[in-house]
C-alpha cells in the first residue's frame, strides 16, 4: 500500500526566506509519481509541481523545486524567497503506475506561515 | 479552458434529505475522481471512474454513490447524508495515459446538520 507522511503540522517562516516542507512516501512499486499541491484558504488546490520516479533530475517550477532522494524516498518541497502570499496548506500527494487507477494518495498536509 | 466544474460550491443541508453533487470535465478525460478533505487526514478518495459505466470504489466509500453514464459528468449522490458527511469535497479528473496532470474542481464545501 502507498502511504505518505507530511511531519510538520505547521511552519513559521520569515518572509523572503527558503523553506523546505517535508514529504516520505511508502511504495512497492517501482513507478510512481509524486505532487505537491497548495491550498489557500480559499479552498482550492493548486497544482506546483510533479516528480517521476524514473525522472533522473530534480524538478522545478519557478521558484519551487522538489528535492527527490529516491533511496531515502523522500520528496521535500523547497519554496525559495519565500512571500507573504506564500502563506497556505501544503499536500504533499503520491500516485502510483500510470497503468490502472490513478488514485492520488495524500498526506495530511503542513501549513505555511509567511511572517513578514 | 480546459477545466474541472462542481455545483454546489457550497450547501447546508439537513440529515435524511437526499443530494447530488455535480461534476463536470471538458477534457475528454478517461479517469474521474471524488475525494473529501477532512482537517488532520488530508484528502481521501471516494470513489473513480476509469471511463464511462466504469466505477469503483476508493478508500472511504460508505454513505455515497456514483455514476457515469457520459464520459464529462461524474456526480456524487449522498442518498441519506449524515452530519459525518460534512467535509470539502473535491472531484478530479486525468487522461489515463499521462501521469503527470491531475485536475482538481474548485471543491464543494458540505454541511450537514
Known amino acids: 500500500a502507498q502511504k505518505i507522511t507530511q511531519t510538520q503540522p505547521g511552519m513559521f517562516v520569515q518572509e523572503k526566506e527558503a523553506v523546505t516542507l517535508d514529504c516520505t512516501y511508502d511504495?512497492?512499486?517501482?513507478?510512481?509519481?509524486l505532487f505537491w499541491y497548495k491550498q489557500p484558504s480559499s479552498g482550492e488546490m493548486i497544482f506546483l509541481i510533479y516528480q517521476g520516479s524514473y525522472d533522473q533530475q530534480n524538478a522545478t517550477e519557478g521558484r519551487y523545486s522538489l528535492n527527490f532522494q529516491k533511496a531515502r524516498k523522500s520528496a521535500n518541497l523547497v519554496i525559495s524567497a519565500s512571500q507573504l502570499g506564500d502563506s497556505a496548506m501544503y499536500f504533499c500527494a503520491m500516485r502510483g503506475p500510470i497503468q490502472g487507477a490513478q488514485k492520488l494518495v495524500f498526506g495530511q498536509g503542513t501549513r505555511l506561515t509567511i511572517n513578514p | 479552458e480546459a477545466q474541472v466544474t462542481q455545483n454546489p460550491r457550497y450547501l447546508i443541508t439537513v440529515t435524511g434529505k437526499k443530494l447530488t453533487v455535480t461534476c463536470s470535465q471538458n477534457m475528454n478525460h478517461e479517469y474521474m475522481s471524488w475525494y473529501r478533505q477532512d482537517p488532520g487526514l488530508g484528502l481521501r478518495q471516494i470513489y473513480y471512474s476509469m471511463n464511462v459505466e466504469v466505477t469503483d470504489k476508493g478508500d472511504v466509500p460508505e454513505g455515497y454513490k456514483v455514476s457515469r453514464k457520459e464520459k464529462r459528468n461524474f456526480p456524487l449522490i449522498l442518498e441519506s447524508p449524515s452530519p459525518n458527511q460534512t467535509s470539502l469535497y473535491f472531484c478530479?479528473?486525468?487522461?489515463?495515459?499521462?501521469?503527470?496532470?491531475?485536475?482538481f474542481g474548485p471543491g464543494t464545501r458540505l454541511t450537514v446538520l
Open positions: 478530479a479528473s486525468t487522461p489515463l495515459e499521462r501521469g503527470d496532470t491531475q485536475y
Open positions: 511504495t512497492s512499486d517501482p513507478s510512481y509519481g
